[in-house]
């Protein structure tokens, strides 16, 4: 059975279902959108159980011709670079729909939108031809323009058409990167296991051009600075369960592509190496500062993503397998984290109307379910030992020190200033007496502790028991560094 096609294409089926159901049946959507997503979950699980943590070539591989003119194959599998980001999308995915469950307005083409947006996810971390990893990462962009645009905030239309424009440019440059290394290619082909023995032959001087469209592309996903400046507004105005998939998983397509690029084009990322450690340290530093300085609580988290997901980009600028893991584990680990943030934006958003992080004081005296999982997972998002992100930014660090020296210690500037941002939100919302204008203040109720519960174990649980995802992800990364001189 194709296992993982079944997984990749189950939220499109329960596009289809939820598409032929009556728009007056709300109930009856969510529940369908929920299942279909659930499919995916738990086949994702299963082929957890069953993947070979030995093993550094792809697994469950399926392949079906598509173009053979052009030498366009479907071709879908995992290793230890996409699984773990897999499992990631497959489970936030699956928890932003019970999110999303809240939504009252236009719910049929809501969800229909949002299991596309999975379906496209899920499709880029599995193919493994480059045109087929176009298609789906093209996919992604239109649910999410729609998302934003018709389910956001006050200026949802600004920010849809940011995110699109900005994302379609970096797109257009992957493009040029992709056919420059299908003509550098012979026979020419678009398969990434093939691409990769045969970008070992080729000159430095060969693989600095397409490494560098590459790079533009995906660092507007990342988002790198200063590339960034689609992912505020986007994060601000789109509505919570789509932030949690912004933020938790389609940042993580950037950071994939360029570690899959990589593994072809590895003289070309050796090139660029000083280029990109650079752009990492003045991300983390930035963006930490951005988020430092913000008042709102969900700008606050918004920019903080820049931050970390220059720690993703320096763990790939060290070309050393414990960078590499670094950055897939941070990847993972911040999706968790910061889809947790996003949803618990919103929660209090939904209560209060206002996300003004000095409107609020003394809330563990009136919602204690609430005040705990944000108190953790702001803990956690400033990598505190024995939550999860501690690990991924502590393996980041060990590479970066191994290749680039001294020069890290920037990066623990940002590290520092995460933790100032982080306690001083502590500080000012949970602790001390409580504001009077929210005695009322109702706690999280049943179907919010589903999402925040999953996401805070999985938290805990990558923080006590990294080799849950490490072993996955090491021996793929041993493998993929044997290129680097």
Do not use: C, N
């Not at 995992?78 to 990631?88: A, I, N, Y």
């Amino acid at each position: 059975m194709p296992l993982l096609s079944a997984m990749v294409w189950a939220p499109l089926v329960g596009v289809a279902l939820v598409l032929a159901l009556p728009a007056s049946r709300p109930a009856l959507i969510r529940v369908a959108a929920l299942a279909a997503s659930g499919v995916s979950l738990v086949l994702a699980g299963y082929l957890y159980v069953l993947f070979d943590r030995t093993a550094t070539v792809p697994q469950f591989v399926e392949r079906a011709e598509w173009i053979p003119d052009l030498s366009m194959t479907y071709v879908v599998g995992v290793d230890g670079l996409s699984f773990p980001l897999v499992l990631l999308t497959s489970f936030v995915a699956t928890l932003a729909i019970i999110a999303s469950f809240g939504i009252t307005e236009r719910v049929k083409s809501y969800f229909a939108w949002f299991l596309l947006l999975e379906f496209a996810a899920l499709g880029v971390f599995v193919a493994q031809d480059w045109f087929l990893f176009y298609v789906f990462y093209e996919i992604g962009l239109v649910p999410m323009f729609f998302l934003i645009g018709v389910w956001g905030g006050t200026r949802r239309d600004a920010a849809a058409m940011s995110f699109f424009l900005y994302t379609l440019a970096g797109s257009i440059l992957m493009l040029i990167g992709i056919i420059s290394i299908y003509l550098l290619s012979e026979p020419q082909t678009f398969d990434m296991a093939v691409l990769r023995e045969q970008g070992q032959g080729w000159t430095q001087a060969l693989q600095v051009g397409p490494f560098l469209a590459f790079f533009i592309g995906f660092a507007v996903k990342i988002p790198v600075f200063p590339l960034h400046g689609w992912l505020p507004l986007a994060h601000v105005e789109a509505p919570t369960p789509a932030s949690m998939l912004l933020s938790g998983i389609l940042l993580k397509m950037g950071g994939y592509g360029l570690l899959r690029v990589g593994g072809v084009l590895p003289l070309g990322l050796e090139a660029f190496s000083p280029v990109l450690v650079v752009f990492a340290l003045v991300s983390i530093v930035y963006g930490g500062l951005l988020a430092w300085r913000q008042t709102d609580l969900k700008a606050m988290v918004a920019f903080s993503s820049i931050a970390h997901m220059g720690f993703v980009l320096l763990g790939i600028a060290t070309m050393t397998a414990i960078g590499f893991t670094g950055a897939v584990l941070m990847m993972v680990t911040h999706g968790v984290i910061t889809a947790g943030l996003f949803f618990l934006v919103g929660a209090i958003y939904d209560r209060a109307h206002t996300r003004e992080i000095g409107d609020f004081r003394g809330l563990m005296g009136r919602v204690p379910r609430y005040s705990a999982a944000l108190t953790l997972l702001l803990l956690a998002s400033m990598g505190l030992p024995g939550l999860a992100q501690f690990v991924s930014e502590f393996h980041v660090l060990i590479g970066g020190f191994e290749r680039w020296g001294v020069l890290v210690l920037i990066a623990v500037v940002g590290i520092l200033i995460s933790a100032s941002y982080s306690l001083r939100t502590i500080g000012q919302m949970v602790m001390g007496p409580l504001d009077a204008r929210w005695v009322a203040l109702p706690d999280l109720v049943p179907r919010e502790m589903v999402v925040v519960l999953s996401l805070a174990a999985v938290t805990i649980l990558l923080g006590l028991l990294p080799s849950i995802i490490l072993s996955l992800v090491s021996p793929t990364m041993t493998d993929l560094t044997s290129a680097f001189r």
